[in-house]
């Protein structure tokens, strides 16, 4: 091979790295460590596609929310993706699934993205009432190390998904998509959920009902509910100096608060009150539980 030849060549392969690189960091509506909703059709009208959605950084938006007394009003409104893809009475169809996930690295480096290390997975599982959305209503198995692992590298997979199918906040895709929610959230004959992501057994995903769901009135109005997930965080590190809960719990979900959604495709948050201390001493803890402040986040589709 002469020079030119072998310029030709290396240009050609320094080209189809940078593309490679480019490709993977496309989506200016989505980031490694932002929380997905997916959802999934086993039957009927869009039971070829799988929708994802981002609902915000897990940590700043979902972990802080505990941390800080907030409860998340509207942070998303999906009805026209979820009509469009499953038809208009979407919510009643039991054929549908949904759950949350999300992670911002599989690596252990003792690194920090707003103060969760490396392997900080959330996680969502069904919850069996909406009762009170303060306090959690199911159990999340705590995996092994490897399982742990395991589902971080497969929600990874899932991030790159949506990094490099879309440029939206909101996306329908083919079930042949590689690495897209249905390969990771598997259901058998009946509707019974698979381990889901290599580790959560029993899957993470609640199935949609024929009819609502239940009534919330934790913030003293009552609201129609079609679904309610617990969401809750495991941490793969514990020892990374600064990282929120150093040397807490190890790989065991940590309840963070509910997600809901309506039959209008509105998407809420509602999550424990912590009060500050000097609140506590005045009234007393018991008489804050339950208690919230709202707060309007949207996330552009």
Do not use: C
């Not at 993977?24 to 086993?42: E, H, R, T, V, Y």
């Not at 990094?163 to 390969?183: C, F, G, K, R």
């Not at 959560?200 to 949609?208: H, K, L, N, S």
């Amino acid at each position: 091979m002469n020079q030119k030849s072998k310029f030709i060549a290396l240009a050609t392969a320094v080209a189809s790295v940078i593309a490679g690189a480019s490709a993977q960091a496309q989506n200016p509506n989505f980031a490694n460590g932002d929380l997905i909703l997916g959802f999934q059709s086993k039957a009927g009208t869009g039971n070829d596609k799988n929708v994802l959605v981002n609902l915000g950084n897990t940590a700043t938006v979902f972990r802080n929310a505990n941390t800080n007394s907030i409860n998340l009003d509207n942070i998303v409104n999906i009805n026209t993706i979820l009509t469009s893809t499953f038809g208009a009475s979407w919510y009643d169809n039991t054929n549908i699934l949904w759950g949350a996930a999300g992670v911002w690295s599989n690596i252990v480096e003792g690194n920090l993205q707003n103060g969760d290390p490396e392997q900080s997975i959330y996680m969502s599982k069904a919850r069996t009432a909406v009762g009170n959305e303060t306090i959690k209503n199911s159990i999340l198995n705590t995996p092994s190390e490897t399982n742990h692992t395991n589902a971080s590298n497969r929600i990874m997979d899932l991030n790159g998904t949506f990094e490099t199918q879309s440029l939206l906040s909101q996306v329908a895709l083919d079930n042949t998509t590689a690495n897209t929610w249905e390969d990771y959230n598997a259901t058998s004959v009946g509707f019974v959920q698979n381990t889901a992501f290599q580790a959560y057994t029993g899957g993470i995903q609640q199935r949609f009902g024929a009819s609502s769901y239940g009534d919330s009135n934790a913030t003293g109005s009552t609201v129609a509910i079609e679904g309610a997930l617990d969401l809750y965080r495991a941490q793969g590190q514990t020892t990374v100096a600064g990282q929120f809960d150093e040397n807490g719990l190890l790989r065991a979900p940590q309840f963070q608060g509910t997600l809901t959604i309506d039959n209008a495709g509105n998407v809420d948050f509602i999550t424990t009150v912590v009060p500050e201390p000097s609140s506590a001493l005045l009234l007393g803890a018991a008489s804050l539980i339950g208690l919230g402040i709202r707060r309007r986040r949207t996330v552009a589709a």
